[in-house]
């Protein structure tokens, strides 16, 4: 499922179909780790066939995943083309996504996704931010090899590099410089990762990064 999310449309989320098939309806569901304010959201289908591109679908959003709420339908087109689904035109704060594939393009047991997108900004009420977490700038973006973080005087206890699924890649623990941190990541793989900070105090700092 991490294929439909990992910012790659040549990658793709596909259910069960070798050793048989999962009847429809097919569930995803997203964490975006803090609540956002949501504008659109997109469904991409695979540009390497037909199989599985979705005819017809729900998506969910919501902060509390006991009670999800309205389903919001969308009919997409027969194509790898980003296709956009409109939720709410003043926005709605979330940090839960769930969407269900109700029927595939030529009715067939399978779903595959290519990329979800969604379009929102961060609230501005704190409230709304289940977790302390501080997201921090990062240079280069996208980078190669050496990652520079300011940190602007923030004390930093230990810092972990995740992948898409939450792994730790790399961690690191220690003192670190007050003002920059720059990291070797030369040896991660190209993809999107996230770069976890521990304050001193118990606070946390994050970036989101990409390996060219």
Request: proline residues 4%.
């Amino acid at each position: 499922a991490v294929m439909a999310i990992d910012g790659n449309p040549n990658t793709i989320w596909h259910t069960r179909w070798s050793t048989g098939n999962d009847t429809i309806p097919h569930e995803m569901q997203i964490d975006f780790g803090f609540a956002y304010k949501l504008f659109k959201i997109a469904y991409q289908g695979r540009s390497d066939g037909v199989n599985g591109r979705v005819k017809e679908a729900e998506f969910y959003v919501t902060n509390d995943t006991s009670n999800w709420g309205k389903a919001y339908p969308a009919t997409f087109e027969n194509n790898n083309a980003i296709q956009w689904l409109l939720l709410d035109t003043a926005g709605i704060t979330a940090r839960y996504v769930k969407f269900r594939s109700l029927k595939e393009v030529n009715g067939k047991p399978w779903t595959t996704v290519a990329e979800f997108y969604a379009l929102g900004c961060i609230p501005q009420a704190p409230s709304l931010v289940k977790e302390e977490i501080e997201c921090l700038a990062v240079y280069p973006n996208p980078f190669s090899g050496m990652v520079t973080i300011p940190l602007s005087g923030k004390y930093v206890t230990s810092i972990q590099i995740m992948d898409v699924q939450g792994k730790i890649i790399r961690n690191f623990v220690g003192q670190f410089d007050l003002n920059d941190i720059t990291l070797d990541c030369s040896g991660l793989g190209t993809g999107v990762y996230e770069i976890r900070l521990c304050g001193s105090t118990g606070n946390f700092y994050r970036c989101r990064v990409i390996k060219q």
